[in-house]
């Protein structure tokens, strides 16, 4: 199975911070790559497609980077309703395997 | 608006079955797959499989082939995740979700609002 990594498991920023959350994959995954956060209590929802899609609705200053096997997501500015833990998941192989997730606080 | 409406809470005990729903609406069923997820108390996302919509075929979890089975009426416009011989590390929230893909899994633009199963003595 692929295994996949996030950096940080956890991070406190302040409003309006800058927040890079990475992942890695064991493996060559392509672009098959997506970002979901989740809301504690909530489904989880999803963010970026294919690495880099902003998927309809989400706010803009979300985006998604990376190819291969190394990805990133980042909030450009960090909102009081961000507080969610955010994974991300490859579909490239069977089975679908998703990061552990990054808690992100805010200060 | 897309929607998906999963069955209620359950409380099973040790080595019984489970079978929850989920009936999806705003769309055509047809073109879209249903993925299962589920997410045990404090812990992340565990991914289970998906079923196509169009062709009815699945893909499991290797962890959980051969307990679970997944099935899709497309006149009901709803999917079924069937969970067998439950021990105390199936309690979780079971999620479905749409699966933008055709044959095969991609990602899950809408989620169903989960349905918590308990397994305990």
């Known amino acids: 199975d692929i295994q996949m990594t996030q950096s940080p498991s956890s991070l406190s920023a302040s409003v309006g911070d800058r927040v890079t959350i990475t992942c890695q994959a064991s493996?060559?995954?392509?672009?098959?790559l997506n970002w979901y956060y989740q809301k504690p209590g909530k489904a989880p929802r999803l963010l970026i497609y294919?690495?880099?899609n902003l998927e309809t609705g989400v706010p803009s200053r979300f985006s998604g980077s990376g190819s291969g096997t190394d990805f990133s997501l980042t909030i450009s500015s960090l909102q009081p309703e961000e507080i969610a833990t955010f994974y991300c998941?490859?579909?490239?192989?069977?089975?679908?395997?998703f990061g552990p997730g990054t808690k992100v606080e805010i200060k | 608006q897309v929607q998906l409406v999963q069955s209620g809470a359950e409380m099973k005990k040790p080595g019984a079955s489970v079978k929850v729903s989920c009936k999806a609406s705003?769309?055509?069923?047809?073109?879209?797959?249903i993925a299962w997820v589920r997410q045990a108390p404090g812990q992340g996302l565990e991914w289970m499989g998906w079923?196509?919509?169009?062709?009815?075929?699945?893909d499991y979890s290797r962890k959980l082939q051969g307990r679970s089975t997944m099935t899709a009426d497309t006149s009901t416009s709803t999917a079924y995740l069937e969970l067998r011989g439950l021990n105390s590390d199936d309690t979780a929230v079971y999620y479905c979700?749409?699966?933008?893909?055709?044959?095969?899994?991609?990602?899950?633009?809408?989620w169903g609002q989960g349905t918590l199963v308990t397994v305990s003595s």
């Open positions: 294919d690495a880099s």
């Open positions: 079923i196509s919509g169009f062709n009815g075929n699945a």
């Open positions: 493996q060559d995954i392509s672009d098959h």
């Open positions: 979700a749409r699966d933008e893909g055709r044959t095969v899994t991609t990602h899950y633009d809408s």
């Open positions: 705003g769309y055509s069923f047809a073109t879209y797959g």
């Open positions: 998941q490859q579909y490239d192989t069977l089975p679908v395997t």
